[in-house]
DNA sequence: CTCGCCGATGTGAACGTACACATCGCGACC
DNA sequence: GGTCGCGATGTGTACGTTCACATCGGCGAG
């Protein structure tokens, strides 16, 4: 239809089946299956000719006829807040590297707003796909609510919360790292030092709070309440810019590289130097965090290492070991030059 | 096993069956069927009883079994280059979105290198889950070949790049986009403006290339060979220190926002102001773009529209519709702050 | 030499759904 | 009033694979 007329062509009709090359190989069906599956009972004389019409045919086998008979789908679902976010993203794509690897395809979505029925509706679109497993990168509180009343039947493993829901938790340590950031600058001299939050139902959002807060407290500092954003450079832009009205304070750690970039276009503009004035660190170790002006001090986490093990745990308890490394993975904190003593 | 024992409950057996429901609701099991898909000769009555039966039982209907009797498998596959960047992260997220409204679901995967073996292997990973139309986000000269070699019999599109398959392409204009960019250069007066590229086999870096060299010679301006990157913040700002050794120019278009924040980050090295001494225009228009020191001016270009348009189109042809939009997008020139008069 | 066992292979059934066709009842048309 | 048509529903079958079990030949032990 497409471009030469092929007459005689008798129209693609169906792919090759299982049968179909058993027929070429001169053995029963059962005998390729077996080849698929790695059966160890095979003859190699045998296996050698279904292996070459396989090839000549150019089978492939039909997941959906395998996962039907099976019941096994061989998808893990994700379900995401933020895909487009470098954090979920690097994590994301270790996961699905790992997963590839291991035989296990992805199915992706992400929920559109924060909204439980939004979060419930990306559940259902996971599980009408019959995934074996599930990853959430949707660290807002309300997923647990949902994959509790969802009554999801799955191993799940949920990435970048903390504390809530040990068992089926794997993260990196926020507090730690929001801890190492605040001591930092502490150890430089500041004692009025803001802290500017992502939203209040992100979960880790709550976590860098809390590592900040406790930090501060243990110096014996003024603790101040944080200012609640969205993640967004421009949300620093102008939380920058009303705070800086009253410069009492000297530093400043935000929650994250996005925000914190904000937060310094807003200190340019007011004439402050970072980190002369003001010194700021901020969260997650994005690569362009190097390039800023002046270039960030903050807290490296890291992404793929826990997608890559979130799929590991998930495959090992789906073949039903239960023991499994939970602990933390360790932030780092890089210092660059956004941070300096107290003027 | 993991909490309270529960010793009558007779052991989680299976999902429920459409024959389950079609007991329960006291119909066949074909009608339940024709409830699922929307048949129009069902009695209102008879329509009810089956949806509080599917609702009772918590029936789902078993996608792998619908794909095997209708050998459609409902998934549309993405075959990416770099799913952590911006751009395509943007798309990936609008094309998901598109798709799951559609009643589709997404498999994407990532190559792991710009190499024929790398392409092929992850056609071939998505060629097994009989994906029903093929989405390319791997702008690279290789992927055409590798395409046409697996004669994938499926319809597919690819994005951001131009030119080679018009047929099969929807992109952002980026020769436009380029244009734009280099001619608001030469407008503020510079006549000694360098390139920095992406990488040579991405098509897109490719296009802005010939742009950028097209505006110039429509200009009478002496054209100079662009430097080949990476797409990174690092290569920018190493290229950067390089070329500033020699300021024989006064103003340069760089590839992606990325790289133009590094080679800011090695202007102020260098001690270059920018606008004053050096004029810089980025392409993508990243989020962070308006927060860079100083703001940059760039080009911007709707990726979740192409990824919308690449769902649609791809729809529309597995329904038959032939006709469809092949209209380039066209990107738009941001102006703020890192463009000025040459000196 | 015969029995039993094991490796190698084959046969029947089942997974859950959609399609093609069959059936049934009812109103309309001549 | 019988038949035709159509709306509403039911029955058989196929999709491609794996699992459980059957079969068959050969080889070693008694």
């Not at 077996?34 to 045919?57: F, G």
């Not at 061989?74 to 035989?103: D, K, M």
């Not at 997650?284 to 093990?309: S, W």
């Not at 073949?319 to 003593?341: F, K």
Request: hydrophobic share 40%.
């Amino acid at each position: 239809m497409t471009d030469t007329e092929r007459p005689a062509e008798p129209e693609r009709v169906r792919a090759p089946n299982i049968r179909d090359v058993a027929r070429v190989a001169g053995v029963s069906y059962q005998t390729v299956s077996r080849v698929l599956n790695d059966s160890p009972s095979i003859r190699p004389e045998t296996l050698q000719r279904v292996r070459e019409a396989i090839d000549e045919l150019g089978y492939r086998p039909n997941q959906a006829a395998r996962a039907l008979v099976t019941s096994r789908s061989r998808t893990i679902g994700v379900l995401a807040a933020q895909t487009v976010h470098y954090g979920p993203a690097t994590s994301i794509q270790a996961i699905e590297s790992a997963a590839r690897e291991a035989g296990y395809r992805l199915s992706i979505t992400n929920i559109s707003s924060s909204e439980y029925a939004s979060i419930k509706s990306g559940l259902d679109y996971l599980m009408s796909q019959s995934i074996e497993a599930l990853i959430v990168i949707a660290p807002q509180v309300r997923v647990f609510e949902a994959i509790n009343d969802l009554q999801i039947g799955v191993p799940f493993v949920t990435l970048e919360a903390t504390g809530l829901n040990t068992s089926h938790s794997l993260w990196v340590d926020q507090v730690m790292g929001a801890r190492m950031a605040t001591r930092h600058l502490i150890e430089l001299g500041h004692t009025e030092i803001m802290h500017i939050s992502g939203p209040q139902d992100w979960i880790e959002a709550e976590a860098r709070m809390q590592g900040f807060l406790r930090e501060l407290s243990d110096a014996d500092l003024r603790t101040r309440a944080p200012i609640l954003g969205d993640w967004t450079a421009s949300f620093g832009y102008y939380a920058g810019l009303e705070l800086l009205r009253y410069r009492d304070f000297t530093a400043v750690f935000v929650g994250n590289d996005q925000m914190a970039l904000g937060f310094m276009h807003a200190c340019r503009e007011m004439g402050l130097s970072v980190p002369g004035d003001m010194s700021i660190v901020g969260f997650d170790d994005i690569p362009e965090a190097a390039h800023y002006a002046p270039p960030l001090t903050t807290v490296r986490q890291n992404f793929a290492e826990i997608g890559r093990r979130a799929v590991a745990l998930l495959l090992g308890e789906l073949r039903g070991e239960v023991e499994m490394n939970h602990d933390p993975v360790q932030p780092e904190l890089i210092i660059r030059q956004s941070t300096g003593r107290r003027p």
